[in-house]
């Protein structure tokens, strides 16, 4: 198992642990918005995600991929400040309520 291998099943354990009942790799493959074919290959670890996938997959569970393969994050979402983009990142998995206490505090803290 790679390094790789090894965080991304990290990963899947910990999604599954949010959900109500057991998950399997092909609904964590559909959860990651990638191919289920490619999925199997990179938890056998016989490959590393690139490109698009790499993407997704950063999307999805955070920058800290990129530390695990090594290598230096894309300029995503054309975001030249790697905390905004890591903020991007994880937006979509954060709850409602902490994505209103966000807003909220940036909207009292910035002039109009």
Aim: glycine fraction near 4%.
């Amino acid at each position: 198992m790679s390094q790789f291998s090894e965080w991304l099943m990290q990963q899947f354990v910990a999604w599954e642990q949010q959900m109500p009942r057991r998950q399997s790799y092909s609904a964590f493959a559909r959860y990651l918005e990638v191919n289920q074919s490619s999925f199997s290959q990179w938890m056998a670890g016989n490959y590393v995600p690139t490109g698009e996938n790499l993407q997704k997959i950063a999307t999805k569970l955070g920058y800290e991929i990129y530390n695990v393969l090594g290598e230096r994050p894309i300029q995503v979402y054309a975001v030249p400040d790697m905390d905004l983009a890591y903020i991007v990142s994880i937006w979509e998995r954060l709850d409602p309520s902490d994505r209103q206490l966000i807003l909220q505090m940036i909207k009292t803290r910035l002039p109009e």
